[in-house]
């Protein structure tokens, strides 16, 4: 069933023809999860009882190795398909990467982060292994670690845990969610805490991540994390397409969080200064006020003006609406040139000219460039008395 299933995935007959009656392939991980849920998988992952080198030559496509994990990356008709060879993992202290040897197939399964993603099926005729639980828990919707050290080994897995109890579904059984609480969630590195967070960020339901993060252990977020703040919903929906949804939604739940704190907490994490420093300003934006208040459309975008898009959804209300769908596109048909060249005197008497203008213009008391013009030049001429 879960072969002929792979078959319908993009990519998935080219890697059974690649497969052949190879018996040392199986396919492994999340892609059976998925397929045995009637789900369509994000991945295909491979793994293959022995070296890599002949899958990789029968695949052909554009192939990345990694050596010291024994895995390969693999694009085939435009399709990611992960490989690895079989193998145990070791950390030589909590939250470091994995020191890997080669292994059966049964010792890669009992490496892995929860049983349910403890299952492979060969490829080449159907069988399946799996972790004795894997398959009870996939029915009766449990996530469980296969070993007692599996939070303390890779503390990401508070993470992944939370990914599949917001996508699937799934609650800890009562033993895991024990050892989840116990971990210690920052023992690793910034920058893989920081994959982790753009993960859940990637997701289609981030706030249900984060609030299962917060349930399996509250560290793992900073102090003052919203994880499902009020109004998320309608600030997305005022940004549409445009902008960064994914930093919309963090600056929502990052409200209550103390300012230096979340600098710093981005910066450990690997975001860049300008995904952090919207991060930042979209969170507690000091112009929302300002935009709230505003009672006309040019008070409005002087509110709204230099801000993020992200900030000014965030704030909400109609005049955010107003501003993002409407008056962000109001401007001048008429240049400085233009004025200076109309009598205007050069210097700051400039600006206030075009300003008044365009405020007229958002206003609807003047339109088009020959009433924009006089009123820029008034203005101007009064500002340089």
């Not at 805490?193 to 609030?211: D, I, K, N, Q, W």
């Not at 405020?359 to 101007?380: H, P, V």
Request: hydrophobic letters at 45%.
């Amino acid at each position: 069933m879960v072969v002929a299933k792979l078959a319908e995935l993009p990519g998935g007959q080219a890697v059974i023809d690649a497969v052949g009656d190879d018996t040392s392939v199986w396919l492994v991980g999340g892609a059976v999860r998925d397929l045995l849920l009637e789900r369509t998988p994000s991945e295909i992952d491979l793994v293959v009882e022995g070296p890599l080198d002949d899958l990789l030559a029968r695949l052909g496509g554009d192939a990345e190795r990694f050596e010291r994990f024994g895995t390969a990356t693999v694009l085939l008709d435009g399709v990611r398909i992960d490989l690895a060879s079989a193998r145990t993992e070791t950390y030589a202290q909590p939250g470091a990467l994995p020191e890997v040897e080669p292994a059966s197939l049964d010792e890669d399964l009992r490496r892995r982060d929860f049983t349910i993603n403890a299952i492979a099926v060969r490829i080449s005729d159907g069988e399946v292994r799996s972790d004795p639980a894997a398959l009870d828990d996939l029915e009766a919707q449990t996530l469980r670690v296969l070993h007692q050290r599996s939070f303390l080994d890779d503390p990401t897995r508070l993470w992944r845990g939370a990914r599949y109890s917001a996508r699937l579904g799934f609650s800890p059984e009562t033993e895991t969610a024990a050892l989840a609480a116990a971990a210690t969630p920052g023992a690793v590195s910034g920058p893989r805490l920081g994959h982790e967070l753009r993960l859940a960020l990637a997701e289609p339901h981030p706030t249900a991540v984060f609030t299962a993060v917060d349930s399996f252990n509250p560290a793992a977020l900073p102090e003052g994390f919203c994880a499902s703040p009020e109004g998320l919903d309608d600030a997305l929906a005022l940004l549409g397409e445009e902008g960064r949804r994914d930093l919309l939604t963090l600056a929502a739940c990052c409200k209550g969080v103390e300012l230096e704190l979340l600098t710093r907490w981005l910066d450990y994490l690997g975001f860049t200064a300008s995904e952090r420093d919207l991060v930042a300003i979209s969170s507690r934006w000091v112009t929302a006020a300002p935009l709230r208040n505003a009672q006309t459309p040019a008070q409005v975008a002087a509110a709204a003006r230099g801000a993020p898009i992200e900030a000014v959804a965030l704030c909400g209300g109609e005049n955010a609406r107003r501003w993002i769908d409407e008056l962000r596109y109001v401007g001048l048909e008429i240049t400085g040139d233009e004025l200076l060249a109309a009598g205007a005197a050069p210097g700051p008497a400039i600006g206030a000219g075009l300003q008044h203008a365009l405020e007229l213009t958002l206003d609807g008391e003047i339109a088009g460039a020959e009433q924009q013009l006089e009123a820029a030049l008034k203005r101007a001429q009064d500002a340089a008395q």
